[in-house]
């Protein structure tokens, strides 16, 4: 069946470090593959997505790049803030099946 | 305009105890899906209703496990009987469309359910 796997946390960074969250998937056919945010005391947020192979997804200075080959939408930025700490997780939809699954979660503490 | 909102946000009950959960979505969406998240987590799919009609309900892990949402707005999700590993948070997210374009989920901030 369908499933997500994502890099265990906790991730810890410097502000202005280099972050990448890695993530692959199982899937029949071809999935949309998201990765969500959920900020401390808040609810899920989408924070980008990608319909189709070699799209890129990206927001808020975050970027995801849907790789079938090997089956992977990697999580990156470039600079982190400390407003970035929070838990990240990836997503698909696919088979048919409207229902997301997810990945575990990674936390990210990004420390001044 | 407003969010998805679910009431209560949170809820302790005892062992065995009956307990609904309760989700209103965006207004004029018509997808609305039940999640659940365990401590240490990713959320996992319960039900998702098209309109009216519960159009995948094969994450339910039992029959204790039952939801609705009868005029296609508002949805419940009901557990009898509780267990103490049914304590986790329960997510609710909307989208306009089930399909296409506007399938975006919209997630509320969730009802966390502690059985004792």
């Known amino acids: 069946g369908n499933s997500v796997t994502q890099m265990e946390g906790p991730v810890t960074l410097s502000e202005e470090a280099f972050l990448t969250i890695n993530c692959t998937y199982t899937?029949?056919?071809?999935?949309?593959l998201f990765w969500y945010v959920q900020y401390p005391g808040e609810g899920l947020q989408l924070l980008l997505k990608a319909t189709k192979a070699d799209d890129k997804g990206s927001n808020k200075g975050f970027e995801a790049t849907y790789r079938k080959e090997t089956t992977s939408f990697h999580l990156e930025k470039g600079s982190v803030q400390v407003s970035d700490s929070a838990v990240y997780f990836c997503a698909l939809r696919g088979g048919g099946y409207n229902k997301l699954i997810f990945g575990a979660g990674t936390r990210l503490a990004v420390h001044p | 305009g407003a969010g998805v909102s679910q009431t209560p946000s949170n809820k302790v009950t005892e062992k065995g105890k009956y307990v609904e959960l309760r989700c209103d979505p965006i207004s004029g969406h018509t997808a609305l899906y039940w999640y659940r998240q365990s401590l240490g987590q990713g959320p996992e799919f319960l039900i998702y209703f098209q309109g009216t009609g519960a159009a995948d309900d094969s994450g339910l892990p039992n029959d204790r496990f039952f939801a609705v949402r009868p005029e296609g707005s508002v949805s419940t999700l009901k557990i009898q009987r509780t267990e103490r590993g049914d304590s986790a948070v329960y997510l609710c997210a909307s989208s306009q469309q089930a399909t296409g374009i506007y399938n975006e989920q919209f997630f509320g901030p969730g009802t966390r359910l502690t059985v004792l």
């Open positions: 899937a029949t056919g071809y999935p949309s």
